[in-house]
């Protein structure tokens, strides 16, 4: 399992890569692993504000449909449009070019209520 000690991530599988009160979301490689090939994603308006924790979209795949939720509260500032077209790519790269939404955080101390790599591995290791 493929995780970059440079992010954070959530007990629900996403990560946060965070730059300044900016925090890029995704999903992990044990995520995409376990939905298998990702045929379509929804992901939210520019805009929209979330609250951590919140639904922020979804992601389907030949096996089941998934919940994604938001890390972290804040003004989704991109989403990351490749993916509409592209699904597959957070099969291929999740942590780089399957980038989902980047968010201006309201509140950048919620990254602390994060896991670290080796917790989030022990936590998927507990779950499995």
């Not at 991530?9 to 990702?38: F, M, P």
């Not at 980047?102 to 507990?126: G, H, N």
């Amino acid at each position: 399992m493929n995780l970059p000690p440079e992010l954070r991530y959530a007990k629900s599988h996403e990560w946060v890569r965070v730059e300044g009160d900016l925090a890029t979301i995704g999903i992990t490689d044990y995520a995409q692993d376990q939905l298998g090939d990702v045929v379509y994603i929804e992901l939210p308006e520019v805009g929209r504000t979330l609250q951590q924790e919140e639904t922020f979209g979804s992601i389907e795949s030949v096996k089941a449909v998934s919940e994604l939720l938001a890390p972290v509260s804040g003004e989704v500032v991109e989403v990351n449009e490749e993916l509409l077209d592209t699904p597959e790519t957070v099969n291929e790269d999740p942590y780089s070019a399957g980038w989902m939404i980047i968010v201006r955080m309201d509140d950048p101390s919620e990254v602390k209520d994060l896991l670290t790599a080796e917790q989030y591995q022990a936590f998927v290791e507990e779950e499995g």
